[in-house]
C-alpha cells in the first residue's frame, strides 16, 4: 500500500489520539503519535535529520492543549527552525486569539473540536511534500560532495 502522507499526530487525550490515528491509517496514512510537544518535535526532528529527507509528505497535527510544548510553542519552535513543516491545530477554544497566533506562526489550519475528519481529509490531500529551505541544502550540499 502506497503511504499517502506521514503524519506525526500530537494529541493529550489517548482515546482521541488512537480514534483520529486510526481514521488516517484507514485512509492511508503512516501515523506515529505523541502525548507531548516534545515528543512529537524529537519525531520531526528525526525525520527532519535524514539525509534523504522524509520518507513520505510530513505533517504535523497538535492540538493546541498539547503538555510540555503546546500548539503554538511547536509552531514557533518550527519557525525558528526554519522547518517547512505544514502543521494543522486543533483547538476547542473559539476563534480568535489563539486562531489567529496559529495563523501568524505558520499553521496551515486551526480546526475546531470536535474534529471532523472530512475537514482533516480535504487538508492533508492539499498539502504538497515539506521541505525545510535549510534541509533542502544540507541535501544538496552533500550530494555535491562540499559536506562530507
Given amino acids: 500500500m502506497r503511504v499517502e502522507r506521514r503524519v506525526l499526530l500530537g494529541e ?7 480514534a483520529i490515528a486510526r481514521a488516517l ?5 503512516e501515523v506515529e503519535e505523541a502525548a507531548n510537544g516534545a515528543d512529537l518535535l524529537l519525531r520531526a ?3 527532519m535529520a535524514c539525509v534523504h529527507g522524509p520518507r513520505a509528505a510530513l505533517v504535523l497535527i497538535v ?6 510544548f503546546s500548539g503554538s510553542e511547536v509552531l514557533e519552535i518550527l519557525h525558528r527552525l526554519r522547518w517547512d ?7 476547542g477554544a473559539p476563534d480568535g486569539v489563539e486562531h489567529t497566533r496559529a495563523r501568524e506562526l505558520g ?4 480546526l475546531g473540536s470536535p474534529l471532523r475528519m472530512e475537514q482533516l481529509r ?19 550540499r552533500v550530494r555535491a560532495g562540499a559536506v562530507s
Fill in 45 to 47: 526532528g528525526s525525520e
Fill in 25 to 29: 491509517r484507514a485512509d492511508g496514512h
Fill in 107 to 110: 499553521a496551515v489550519a486551526v
Fill in 12 to 18: 493529550p487525550d489517548g482515546e482521541s489520539r488512537a
Fill in 122 to 140: 480535504g487538508i492533508l490531500r492539499a498539502q504538497a511534500g515539506p521541505r525545510s529551505v535549510a534541509a533542502r541544502d544540507v541535501v544538496e
Fill in 63 to 68: 492540538a493546541a492543549g498539547l503538555p510540555v
Fill in 85 to 91: 513543516i505544514p502543521c494543522v491545530i486543533i483547538s
